[in-house]
């Protein structure tokens, strides 16, 4: 049912695949090779399909997995970032293409054991179903969802006993989940947020000191962002449950790229650049450096920075209070719930619920609106899971996070295990 929901390659097609991926998400597409979110925005607003290429992508790179017809990398599998971005919005990729030799600095890719050279705009066909790469392109079909295919969902509800909520994190997508009957949402992930024109509010508000007017300022620009992203979801799921996850990763990826700082500092050092602007950007990356971790997904991230840096979920909180607020005095039946990610014991939820509740109860009072918010946390770390009856006394619900609970119980890479070793192992 899924793939009768993308396109797929032409079945009387025998095209030539070049190389192998892993199918990380199903659907097939065709456009212009290009290498960076930047190059495939501006593609996007030319008119122009394009296929994003990358090693593997990372949030800085939302916008130009949006603007693509698909994506393409060489590293990672299907619990990479690539993938379940992905399978989020409905495009098709290719993961973990280890023949694909990437290039970015020239914008090229090579493919080893051949004298293949893939350009920026050279045309390629992408197969998420199959994981295949073919150069040039390839003939699509394009899905055509019948009444048949109501007809089979309408069955399955008539036997179902549990409901299937989305994952949305913009207005569209949570539009999107309605149409094809979501209960709801069931991850809305908050960091795809911060990306995009707020990047720069984001980093202000990172580098800015704990206390300082300019960090203020900056969650106050962000509040009004926020507070606008979830009147729009709400609406969209109007009527209907939508847990908001609240920021996960840690700070410094919303950061440059300190080594790309550095290469720049140094051009600009050595073709006699401006002294002021070359201190100010020597300072940033000391900045950026000092919150260097050596294994950040087990660093200053999920309820860690919370706790750490109260004010950034006070923010998001008053945020998604503000916004269930305005909608139901305006007669709407918004229904958030606030979910508080990486909690390993019940000492942390215990202590985030307490200052969550604070802060809600603030907004309440200020709109002069009563409206329940449940707040509950994500099961996604061993620790949590053998003490869930602890922590289960202060949370309102659990969700699963099967892709960080399955690598740290295991000891795995999501992003390496299926590439490297799982199918042989």
């Keep these: 049912l899924d793939q009768r929901l993308h396109p797929q390659f032409e079945p009387s097609a025998k095209p030539d695949v070049l190389a192998k ?77 280890e023949k694909l030799r990437i290039d970015a600095e020239s914008k090229t890719a090579t493919i080893v054991g051949s004298d293949v050279v893939i350009k920026e705009g050279d045309v390629i066909s992408i197969d998420g179903t199959t994981g295949s790469v073919v150069l040039g392109s390839v003939a699509l079909v394009q899905p055509e969802v019948t009444g048949d295919f109501d007809t089979i969902l309408s069955w399955a509800d008539e036997y179902r006993t549990m409901g299937v909520r989305a994952n949305a994190d913009t207005p569209d997508d949570a539009a999107l989940g309605r149409k094809f009957g979501a209960a709801g949402i069931g991850l809305c992930r908050t960091e795809h947020m911060f990306l995009g024109e707020r990047k720069d509010i984001v980093q202000r508000m990172i580098l800015a000191e704990d206390g300082s007017p300019e960090r203020a300022k900056a969650l106050e ?31 410094h990826e919303f950061l440059d790229d300190p080594r790309a700082l550095e290469i720049e ?43 750490v840096h109260p004010e950034i979920y006070a923010m998001q909180v008053r945020a998604i209070t503000r916004a269930a607020c305005q909608l139901k005095s305006e007669g709407k039946d918004p229904r958030p719930e606030v979910m508080i990610p990486l909690v390993s014991v019940k000492a942390e939820l215990e202590m985030l619920r307490a200052e969550s509740e604070v802060v809600i109860a ?61 199918m042989t192992y």
Aim: hydrophobic share 45%; with cysteine.
């Design 221 to 251: 620009d962000l509040l009004a962002a926020q507070v606008g992203d979830y009147l729009g979801i709400f609406t969209a799921m109007d009527g209907l449950p939508v847990t908001v996850r609240l920021l996960d990763p840690p700070l």
């Design 21 to 97: 991926g892993l199918n990380a998400s199903p659907g097939a597409a065709v456009g212009e090779v290009v290498f960076s979110s930047a190059d495939a925005v501006a593609a996007k607003a030319a008119g122009c399909k394009v296929i994003l290429v990358r090693w593997e992508t990372n949030p800085d790179d939302l916008p130009g997995m949006d603007a693509a017809q698909g994506i393409l990398t060489s590293h990672g599998g299907k619990t990479s970032h690539a993938a379940v971005v992905a399978r989020g919005m409905g495009k098709p990729c290719v993961c973990g293409v």
């Design 362 to 422: 603030e907004v309440k009072a200020e709109c002069g609106v009563d409206i329940d918010i449940p707040i509950g946390t994500m099961i996604e770390l061993p620790r949590a899971a053998v003490t869930a009856d602890e922590i289960g006394t202060v949370a309102d619900f659990f969700s699963f996070g099967t892709n960080d609970l399955t690598q740290m119980t295991f000891g795995y890479s999501r992003d390496d295990a299926e590439r490297s070793f799982l």
């Design 265 to 307: 500092i140094t051009r600009m050092e050595l073709t006699g650049g401006d002294t002021g602007e070359i201190a100010s950007k020597r300072k940033l990356l000391v900045q950026i450096d000092a919150m260097h971790e050596h294994n950040p997904m087990l660093g200053l991230r999920g309820c860690r920075l919370g706790i």
